[in-house]
Nanobody
Framework: QVQLVESGGGLVQAGGSLRLSCAASARAFSTYTMGWFRQAPGKEREFVAAISRTGSSKDHAESVRGRFTISRDNAKNTVYLQMNSLKPEDTARYYC??????????????????????WGQGTQVTVSL
């Protein structure tokens, strides 16, 4: 069982930055592919970013590419999402997720919420004009 706890969300003006963190309880954290997803009211949960077990491979959704960066620190059992140049359309609840070895970055599995086995409760990000 893996427990994930997100933090770092909040209210920020357009153009600002936030860094989300996700702390994992798993002793084998480095064996999981990690992802960030987001969900706005009335919309489906959508892929934001994913990172491989070692951190050597990363992928980001086109809508956030160049503005958001996923990273991880396996020594701290933590994955991060640095969000710069935030836009009002980035407003959503952001979720951290963990997937087993069958899910790999740059494949369709990484983009699908159904591929992830464990989820956090989410952290709210609100971007104002």
């Amino acid at each position: 069982q893996v427990q994930l706890v997100e933090s770092g969300g909040g209210l920020v003006q357009a153009g600002g930055s936030l860094r989300l963190s996700c702390a994992a309880s798993a002793r084998a954290f480095s064996t999981y592919t990690m992802g960030w997803f987001r969900q706005a009211p009335g919309k489906e949960r959508e892929f934001v970013a994913a990172i491989s077990r070692t951190g050597s491979s990363k992928d980001h959704a086109e809508s956030v590419r160049g503005r958001f960066t996923i990273s991880r620190d396996n020594a701290k059992n933590t994955v991060y999402l640095q969000m710069n140049s935030l836009k009002p359309e980035d407003t959503a609840r952001y979720y951290c997720a963990a997937a087993g070895s069958r899910t790999t970055v740059y494949t369709a599995s990484a983009y699908s919420a159904g591929s992830y086995d464990y989820w956090g409760q989410g952290t709210q990000v609100t971007v104002s004009l």
